[in-house]
């Protein structure tokens, strides 16, 4: 049996074997550092303030508005909008219900765990002051909360309170789509998107809709809904998000000159637009241009120093052979987490996907073990196939890879096939590993500027021994 060994254990033994440099330390604690003071900005900016002709000057948010759409600096302007309103109108239920979902988006896009409980007050607010019987844009806030938090039961039985009391609220009709489909009970998902599209058809529905027929196995039908969402998009904000979506879909099927296509038309409308960078560094990267790459992905990281963002720099850094600075960016990756979890925030999937590539094994299985026993999605599968391998669980693993590339709910994502691959060739299949492999760089060839090589190396091994039998 092969047991893997991550790739940051690797990194870390010859850092070790070299003694680490005071410039290496020095650069460790610049990217905390950036990490930190994002954080500590984020509570600032939040705080209010502002001479009365800025405050005057910046948006309000409406009640219902779509805040995951919003850009960082309209979000924050609005916050400190709504802050002076709940001043001088403190009895303002609607109010305090669209801060906390305001200060929920925050948090997720700016990484600042403490906003969380910040929305939690601002929802509890507007309860006591208007019923939840009459209340469903506090109960459709704290739907999005307990998603944000991971808690996506809580999440689904709030949102289902809230559409007990209006039926069309776009939030909660939303918020429960997310929470039927990070559950892993995709059928329900279906339907409840089909009912949001009858009930509130728009952006946000249209872009969770192609979500789910990606899920279920159809890209094409996906892409044909992100194109309607984008004939319906008219202003920066819901351009550049439609596109990015647009982007991403074309990126995951290996349609690279389509992905920059329209992460390109994304930035034109949002030229400080995060995730578009993201999804261009990304895509340079599976073209092979590495300097393109590292420029938008350490723009990125400087910006939203996250563990996605971070990993993706890594491994673009490892792949070209700078593995102290990938080391860096994978062990702030472990700093962050443990930050996340001081603060009473659930570590997430990605998270658990990054520590067993490139941390520590043991917790990766851990936290992969316990994000299974509360969803059983394609993508806990997945990470829970790859935390046993990396700890040499290898048939165990391989009842999870298989779950994750079935036929239903008939998810294709290259990095599923390859890690069932790596696990098959581990337990000696030959074969099947071969079929899997083949089928993530198929479907992918630059799904990951590290795994997308191993890929290609296993198969080449893999195929040498087929010659030689």
């Known amino acids: 049996m092969l047991i893997r060994k991550p790739r940051f254990t690797r990194v870390r033994e ?26 500590a900005t984020s509570v600032v900016l939040g705080a209010g303030g502002g001479t009365d002709t800025e405050t005057r000057a910046r948006p309000a948010l409406a009640a219902d508005v779509p805040v995951e759409r919003l850009a960082a600096g309209t979000l924050t302007q609005s916050i400190e909008s709504l802050q002076k309103h709940l001043r001088a109108q403190p009895e303002d239920a609607t109010g305090w219900a ?49 998603a944000a938090r991971h808690d996506f039961g809580t999440a689904l039985a ?34 409840a998107v089909e009912l949001a599209d009858q009930r509130r058809p728009g952006i946000p529905v249209f872009t969770r809709f192609a979500y789910v027929l ?10 044909e809904v992100l194109l309607r969402a984008q004939n319906s998009a008219f202003g920066n904000a819901d351009v550049a998000y439609v596109a990015t979506a ?25 030229p400080k637009n995060l995730a578009a960078l993201e999804g261009r560094g990304r895509t340079y990267a599976a073209q092979g241009k590495t300097g393109r790459a590292l420029a938008d992905l ?10 996605g ?43 658990a996907l990054i520590e067993a590539d490139h941390g520590d094994r043991a917790e990766a299985l851990k936290s992969a073990r316990a994000e299974w026993s509360r969803r059983e999605s394609v993508h806990t599968a997945d990470a829970l196939a ?6 040499g669980k290898d048939e165990e693993a391989l009842t999870y890879a298989k779950k994750a590339t079935a036929k239903s709910p008939g998810y294709r994502n290259a990095s599923f096939f390859f890690h069932r691959g790596m696990i098959e060739r581990a337990l000696g299949d030959d074969k099947a590993a071969h079929r899997d492999l083949t089928a993530a760089l198929d479907l992918n060839p630059g799904f990951s500027p590290t795994g997308a090589r191993e890929a290609t190396t296993a198969l080449a091994a893999l195929s040498g021994a087929r010659g030689e039998s």
């Open 386 to 391: 790859w935390a046993l391998h990396a700890n």
């Open 98 to 146: 669209t801060l906390g979902a305001a200060y929920v988006e925050q948090a997720r896009t700016s990484g600042d765990p403490t906003r969380y409980p910040q929305a939690e007050k601002a929802f509890a607010r507007s309860l006591k002051l208007k019923s939840a019987a009459d209340n469903d844009t506090a109960l459709a806030g704290r739907a999005a909360l307990a």
């Open 158 to 191: 709030e949102a289902d309170r809230a559409l007990r009391v209006n039926p069309y609220s776009e939030r909660a009709l939303s918020s429960r789509v997310d929470a039927l489909v990070e559950l892993g009970r995709y059928a329900e998902a279906r339907e």
């Open 14 to 39: 010859q850092g070790e074997a070299t003694g680490r440099t005071p410039r290496r330390r020095w650069r460790i604690a610049a990217v905390v550092a950036v990490a930190m003071g994002l954080t």
């Open 298 to 307: 350490e723009e990125v990281v400087q910006r939203y120093p996250l563990p």
């Open 246 to 270: 647009l982007g991403q879909l074309a990126w995951s099927q290996g349609q690279y000159d389509r992905a920059l296509g329209h992460y390109a038309a994304a930035l034109r409308a949002e």
């Open 309 to 351: 963002q971070l990993a993706a720099l890594g491994e673009q850094l490892e792949a070209g052979g700078d593995r102290d600075r990938a080391e860096e960016n994978y062990e702030l990756v472990s700093m962050w987490t443990k930050l996340a979890r001081a603060n009473g925030v659930a570590t997430d999937l990605e998270s």
């Open 214 to 223: 990606e899920l279920t196995g159809d890209p094409k039908g996906a892409r």
